[in-house]
């Protein structure tokens, strides 16, 4: 479960997320689609404690980040926009890191193997990460992020530079989190997999939610009768998309 209850961040005079109020319950995935430039990434920053609101309350499975943050932090895992990963060190080597340093059940170390197997990248877990390609390093984040076993999955674009095949790996594994009662946070650009994967979407431009609810409700709020495409550019139209 995620809430947010009025969240306003502001960058001086920007308010790059302005009243925010969101309500998603465990077993949805969520599409969060707006703009370059509309919030989405600051908005995962403050659900997971790396931005501090200037306004406004957050929670997460019940827990209130200003006073629980680190209860929010064993719960959330996150893909963050910009993802971090030690060079030095192997695909293998990472995995068994998070294992040692979330305290994970020495058990997990079989799924490490699994993980691996799973993205394909056990023929690559003994090379160093820094000659993986982007799509392999992807990959090694989602499973060191599922290693984990969150509650409440966070993801900032989780789906640029993957193959088709692991891209459709993922799909099912979101599918799988949120039939598990999991929420499933999802930024994206691709408007695509948001209409095929996404229960609800919310639509943010220049901070504010201008959209909310399932596609069929935001076809019927932006008055087209066409795809998510049609339905994104009609109601962020006045930042000059194609018509
Ligand atoms: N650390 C920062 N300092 C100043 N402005 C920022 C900072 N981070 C983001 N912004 C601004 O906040 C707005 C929202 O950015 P962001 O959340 O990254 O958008 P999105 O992820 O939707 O593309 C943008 O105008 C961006 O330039
Ligand atoms: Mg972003």
Known sequence: MIKTINLTKKFGSLVAVDNLNLEIP?????GFLGP????????????????????????????????????VKETVGLLPEHPFLYPKLTGKEYLFFLV??????LLVNKRVLDLLEMFRLSDFSDELIET???????KLILAGIILREP?????????????????KLVKEIFLKFAAQGKTVFL???ILEIAEKLCHRIGIIQQGKLIALGTIEQ???????????E???????EKDNYPK
């Not at 989405?40 to 827990?63: A, E, W």
């Not at 040692?100 to 059940?105: C, E, F, T, V, W």
């Not at 993986?132 to 992807?138: E, T």
């Open 132 to 138: 993986y390609s982007l799509g392999m390093r992807q």
């Open 36 to 71: 370059n430039g509309a919030g989405k990434t600051t908005t995962v920053k403050l659900l997971t404690g790396l931005l501090k609101p200037d306004s406004g309350k957050m929670f997460i499975n019940g827990y209130d980040l200003e006073k629980d943050i680190l209860k």
């Open 100 to 105: 040692h340093l979330y305290q994970l059940d």
């Open 187 to 189: 930024c994206t650009h």
């Open 26 to 30: 465990g077993g949805e995935i969520f």
């Open 151 to 167: 509650k409440v999955l966070l993801l900032d674009e989780p789906l640029v530079g993957l193959d088709p095949q692991t891209a």
């Open 230 to 236: 049609d339905i994104f550019f009609r109601l962020t």
């Open 218 to 228: 935001l076809r019927r709020q932006a008055e087209v009768d066409g795809n998510l």
